[in-house]
């Protein structure tokens, strides 16, 4: 927890990383990311949010998948292709559901600290699609 409180003060030239190796056993890896997710949660005051390979089949997933999530909005029903504005409270053109700003925004409401972003099984995920992501982010 010290590095995410650390990160949080650091000049934001980069994203702060930090690789945590979970083990061979991957029946272990479900309960330590809830257990990690727990202690950011409330050791950080942060948000934790835990990917998998298979929510993420492309960037659009991803971020979709990553925004909900993160402002806790996960029984919504996704019957359609995903490409409607979400109600937001901002001035100026709404967002789509997959874009980054929604995260910004609910940080802002919120006031949590930092967004902590892990992927359970980065094995699993297209190498592109990190390289995506990071580069987004």
Known sequence: MNFIVASSHAPRCAIPTALVVAGPSIASHGPFFERLGRKVTQDAGSSFICLTSSEC???????????????????????????????TSR???????????????????????????????????????????????
Do not use: C
Request: aromatic share 6%; no cysteine; hydrophobic share 40%.
């Open 57 to 87: 089949p492309n960037l659009k997933a991803l971020l979709k998948t990553l925004i909900k999530k993160a402002t806790s909005r996960i029984g919504e029903d996704d019957d359609d292709d995903g490409d409607r504005p979400l109600p």
């Open 91 to 137: 001035s100026g053109p709404k967002l789509l559901n997959y874009d980054l700003g929604h995260i910004l925004e609910w940080q802002k409401k919120s006031q949590v600290s930092n967004v902590v972003v892990a992927i359970q099984d980065s094995e699993a995920f297209d190498a592109g699609l990190l390289t995506d992501m990071v580069d987004l982010f």
